[in-house]
């Protein structure tokens, strides 16, 4: 008998019982550690995070909030949601905070649900520009139950247009009007989007799901100040679970809380609620300030050390996480450069560049972010060396080998995950 207490994850036990998952759970770990990982919205959650992901709190029904649950038992999982809670509020200076949405999207699905009524009209990004599926794209209940509006971006400065955006309020008298996005790299003026949703009554949602790590650590402005209601994700910047979470105002909080319970999703994942909460309390920690200005710094970096290689970052840079790059000229398509990427090691996802004229399956653009490798402890040197392995694989096929033994070198020397 061990003389350790039983908590729950015990990868011995899995691995016995089941050799076959244990040896993917594994391989996994295997390919985090072997290669680049600079997909934007992709973090590694810190071993504490996973110890809470893979506890009994999973087990538990827990419908309601803490204090009206409608199953007994609950008084340990409350202890849980209430600390996500007031870390979180602590966080970002919310009045409140629903912490239970399973993921970005099942935030937004009750953020429209709690706000508007099937086919009111919605102002937000276009989808090719830098928004999200969730913002009004025809296959998503959101283009498909309102009538959503789309702004973009300048051709000349590839940038929101807030001229564009206002005239658009003012013409459709949007009932919420939505900002935030997918892939932007630029700040977002959240004080002007208020300014248009005050000016034509609207709601304003941001959709912060990106940048909400970023936020934490004061590396961007935040948007709680401004919006009725803030959606985000807590997997990436923010280094938590896989999930989401809901901030607004004192005079919404019943209304958001009936959308998420009842309307719109059933118990809630205790266990990645827990999770939530030990990712809140790292991020209130000074060091993770420190982590979001290191994120923006090595993004910035990267992005300008690709357009010295050729590649044009979209808007000309980056003020937060990821950087878009125009590939038009250096490679066949964005759908070329990540797969040749990948056979190097590196991870990036080919992205559609505002006007971008190859259709989404094929694009001129590929999106790079720095959470990862900044988690891991690189900094500006190593951006440099990843931004010219990235323009060596991405121009020369015949590089990959080479690049991939470099590559190798790199994530070795900075560890995903202790060894
Ligand atoms: C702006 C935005 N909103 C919502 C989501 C959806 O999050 P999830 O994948 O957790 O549903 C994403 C995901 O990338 C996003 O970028």
């Known amino acids: ?80 949601e209430r600390l996500a809670i007031d870390r979180a509020r602590r966080l970002f200076g919310a009045e409140h905070v629903n912490v239970q949405p399973h993921s970005g999207t099942s935030a937004n699905l009750a953020a429209y649900a709690a706000l508007l009524r099937p086919g009111d009209v919605v102002l937000a990004m276009a989808l090719p520009h830098g928004g999200h599926l969730t913002h009004g794209s025809r296959v998503n209940f959101s283009g498909r139950w309102f009538d959503v509006v789309a702004y973009g971006v300048r051709r000349d400065t590839e940038t929101i247009d807030y001229d564009e955006v206002r005239d658009l309020a003012l013409r459709h008298r949007p009932k919420m009007i939505i900002c935030g ?32 790590g970023l936020m934490a650590g004061g590396a961007v402005p935040s948007a ?28 919404l909080a019943a209304r958001i809380d009936r959308a998420v319970f009842p309307f719109t999703q059933g118990g809630p994942l205790m266990n990645a609620v827990a999770a939530k909460a030990v990712a809140f309390g790292e991020a209130l920690r000074p060091e993770f300030a420190d982590y979001t200005r290191r994120v923006v710094e090595n993004a910035r970096v990267l992005a300008d050390a690709l357009a ?18 125009d590939l038009r000229g250096i490679a066949p398509s964005g759908a070329v450069a990540e797969q040749r990427c990948a056979d190097a090691g590196i991870t990036l996802n080919r992205n559609a560049i505002p006007y971008d004229p190859e259709p989404p399956t094929v694009t001129s653009g590929v999106r790079v972010g720095t959470p990862c490798v900044t988690t891991q402890g690189m900094g500006t040197e190593e951006m440099k060396e990843i931004a010219s392995l990235v323009a060596r694989t991405v121009r020369a096929p015949d590089a990959v080998g080479e690049v991939r033994e470099r590559v190798r070198e790199l994530a070795t020397a900075y560890p995903a995950y202790p060894s």
């Open 181 to 212: 996005a997918t892939s932007y790299p630029r700040t977002i003026d959240f004080a002007a989007f208020r300014g248009i949703a005050d000016e034509v009554g609207a709601w304003l949602l941001a959709d912060v799901a990106h940048t909400v």
């Open 224 to 251: 709680v100040p401004y919006a009725d209601v803030v959606t985000f994700t807590t997997h990436k910047a923010l280094r938590g679970p896989r999930g989401g979470g809901i901030m607004c105002t004192e005079e």
């Open 308 to 325: 010295a290689e050729g590649m044009r970052p979209v808007s000309g840079g980056t003020d937060n996480h990821l950087a878009l790059v």
């Open 1 to 80: 008998m061990s003389s350790e207490p039983y908590y729950g994850p015990d990868y011995g036990l899995l691995l016995r019982q089941d050799p076959e998952m244990a040896e993917v759970l594994l391989a996994e770990l295997e390919r985090l550690r072997g290669g680049l990982q600079l997909i934007a919205s992709e973090n590694f959650a810190s071993p504490a995070v996973l110890a809470a992901l893979g506890s009994v709190l999973t087990d538990k029904y827990a419908e309601g909030y803490p204090g009206r649950r409608y199953y007994s038992g609950c008084e340990v999982v409350d202890r849980a």
